[in-house]
């Protein structure tokens, strides 16, 4: 089928790249005229016929709520817009809303695949009204793996984006696990062969899995991660899995102590931990009218 | 080669099994005479020749502790000893000292790969001299997967056990991040096909392991996992793991918070949540002489 | 000074009777026609003389807007609104905006004390413009206690429910503190005196609080709270304090921790330890074609 | 009565001196000359008569252990032994069964009250037998504060300690409660006036404790705590609580965190949050042969 995508970055140019592989007609933009067909999101919206389909691949936030106000404005009652970008649910909700005011259906899809994509194949979840799923679904088809899977609809306008999000939060919780893992290995005086025991572990047991694979070649690299600073960043999924956790009254400790840890591996100097500090000293101090309790400040004979 | 195998349960009579399909020469000993193949370890000393090989596999603590007090006073300066169960890794050392007073060598084994092991493999994880190691390396090659993979002499004696234990802890962290989120998509209003949702994540995806796999058969069974009651035991590993963290200082909330939430679902009633209850009555109480401070149970106007 | 009370429930009744009290005149308005002065927020903004001061005390949400919305159609520039519910800070933001647009000023106001505060005295947290809180600053003298002190200006507008949110959040991690402290000496067969403990802990100890004077006095109804179900609601602010520390990449990892504790103490049965079962149950299962390890599923001879 | 005191540092040398001032008679032994009345453990022995009572305040581990066991040789059937120190309650058990086969009696206490105490009063929390704790009420009589209060007789040996290790557990998480929230309201833009706001909390709220009294001298000196390292020590006894919680199935997760917290406090960088780096590398890579999945590190369009 025709479509437009919008947004041909490392996402968006390689998933034209694959559609265009399997036999799809797209029409790309960007704001690189280099690598854009078109010069705006109006001749984009000129070149299809409707009832059109438009991919949106660009970043979550303002970049994409000002897309989908663009095309609310150019679009036509029956087309179609499917934000595949990382987008929060609720604001797939707001979009949703918007362009149905003037008959513009909108389904959402969490895209899964990196670099890998354009040649394995991308994992697609996907939010929507069941008839607007169908009407995409050779694009889908496409963009998943040749040998099946990768695909679902996992409910109405949001749903896409929400599991999306779940399975990074998932992701979080995985690479903590293993990360406690190696700092206690590390940390005993014990074990000798740290990145010989995570590569045994890739046959017959209960942990094995990708992200143990991507473990094992990154220690093969550099044994100790001596190279590396404890620094990690987090991306939006990881903090919205966490307020959707609260708002929805489900506990979810490991998702969010993976979310903390990488808080804390953020800064130079804690300021909790400052105040630690700080009531420590009062518990010694001299100017303390009243009892005060601390072995470790208060050595006994 | 000739080892004894003391144990013939699930574990032990399978590795008996494949190392005889193999072609090691195997003298088993077990409680239940319909099993084994001598009536007493003195028996199956007796059946050996030095240097021996006595490969335990019965339960941790006291029937591990008894047969290496009884061994040490059977088996001659220059046998060994390798324990497979799933001893504490301190509890080696103990063994070890013992045993070396009467020049009995050890080593301890943890291994992974449950009633399936026969047939792929166990994965074998060792601690213990690197002669030891060597000398037992035959019947470590005939137990592991015939493609290769699942060995490491991880370190010095508990070194094996330390690494198994780690390996459960952070099996623990992983099946708590998937559990976190299925319970998230489940209380959502969002997400109406949750185990077609796990399932597309089994290519292309980041989380994609033998957990996931799992987790994906036992939904197909019952989607809704309705048949289950949330209830989980932990074996001691989990525990041992939190506790070798704490003293090695290595934060892993991560995996503490799997253990906990395993905790948690076997108590009927949460006595610190009597507690939390019991001061959110008082705070509103009648008889509470100073102020007060809830903003549910006072309602405003 | 003279001034508009708008809800006059268990907090905002109170709090006008002690205005009262202390010599300042209150126009009081609610639905009940029995407790209010006036039939209408009208008649109340034209029983008040410009520059007009108007208390809002109503539940946070839906009532507070349309009361805010309501006001900003019938007050004049230069008059005054304080909203001192439990509202959001970022909604705080939204009506103060809202009200700008007409030349009203905003206040919000956090306030503690509950139903002792009418006699000791109430703890009032306000954020807004320095003038404004000056001009108010004789109606919270008289709310905060006779004897000084429980005031603060804690920053812009929001910032007075900012904090009391902030408040709320410690609250919740040290009476999680407490009840943990209790179940650990219930669980063990140590301890014969709980009860007895804590109350000992009142004089010259670090954890010497007003919560342990709570926790003493509850015990002393019911030494093992048997009385009571583990069961914990949870107000807004504790999720809200969540919300605002991954909003701003602040670890609060203790006070998470006690908001997830009454989360689970209100479920019947844990989703997410449905799947922590349903996963051991596939290790041992017998459909599952590869290898499996759970040292408690797999007993060993 | 006359009891003898072993250690004679900042507490022993404190309590000795309350003790005397209340009437009794002490003799004490330190290691330092200059403040020990006596040469030695036998000499001091030798100074009181049957049945004598022997106060130990000196660190806990192999210092305690090998008093006890010295002690033992010296003592008769009928003495007391009062381990004042911060032992583990299970070593408790094996100094009580050591001496027991001499027939020599023990008590643990627990202390709280540090440098404060010789003027306010200890805490003081005992396991024993009670005829024990009877025996010796004299003496905890003279060191609890004048105006009662203060004393607990917990439980059998053991139990001293163990409420004193739960006091300890439940004070870091306290602590940590205190520490999120100032760091929360540091780390928003809304909040101005933190060290006021704190003190604002002294009067009505149901935070105020001594640590918050503590935390606004603290803050008064150094309102943004900047002269302060973000590093916290450990004791033994938040270890301990974790541990024992871990040994007993209660969940701890607040006490657990406050640990956490602290150990990360101390490491230049985290190992763990170098595999998350190395994993995210990994993610978006160049020689990784399959699928990868990172928001942010593949930026689309």
């Known amino acids: 089928m025709k479509l437009g995508m919008v947004g041909l970055g490392k996402m968006g140019g390689n998933m034209a790249a694959r559609l265009r592989d399997k036999g799809h007609e797209v029409v790309g ?16 919206v000129g070149r299809l016929e409707a009832p059109r389909t438009v991919w949106l691949m660009v970043p979550a936030g303002e970049p994409t709520d000002s897309a989908v106000e663009e095309l609310g404005g150019l679009l036509d009652a029956g087309d179609l817009v499917i934000d595949g970008g990382n987008s929060h649910y609720v604001k797939d909700r707001e979009h949703a809303d918007a362009l149905k005011d003037k008959g513009v259906h909108y389904v959402d899809a969490g895209v899964s695949g990196g670099v890998w994509g354009r040649e394995n194949g991308y994992g697609i979840m996907v939010g929507g009204a069941a008839e607007d799923v169908a009407r995409a679904r050779p694009v889908f088809d496409a ?8 695909f679902v609809h ?16 998932i992701e979080y919780g995985m ?3 293993f990360a406690e893992g190696f700092e206690l290995m590390q940390a005993s005086d014990i074990v ?21 694979d991507l473990l094992v070649r990154a220690l093969e690299e550099d044994p100790e991660l001596e190279g590396l600073r404890g620094y990690a960043q987090d991306s939006g999924e990881g903090r ?7 708002d929805h009254a489900v506990p979810a400790p490991a998702i969010t ?8 591996s953020r800064q130079e100097d804690s300021p ?30």
Chains 1, 2, 3, 4 share one sequence.
């Open 192 to 212: 000798d062969d740290v990145p010989g025991t995570f590569d045994s572990w890739r046959e017959g047991t209960v942990v094995r899995s990708w992200l143990l």
């Open 154 to 169: 996992a409910g109405g306008v949001g749903a896409g984006h929400f599991v999306k999000m779940v399975h990074n939060g």
């Open 257 to 264: 102590a993976a979310l903390y840890a990488r808080f804390a």
């Open 175 to 177: 690479m903590q696990a």
């Open 272 to 301: 909790a931990m400052k105040v630690i500090a700080a009531l420590r000293n009062q518990f010694g101090g001299h100017a303390v009218a009243t009892a005060t309790d601390d072995p470790v400040r208060t050595p006994r004979s």
């Open 29 to 44: 933009y960007d704001f690189d005229p280099q690598v854009s067909d078109v010069g705006s999101l109006a001749e984009l």
């Open 240 to 246: 919205w899995t966490v307020q959707a956790a609260v």
């Open 143 to 150: 963009l998943t793996p040749d040998e099946g899977g990768g």
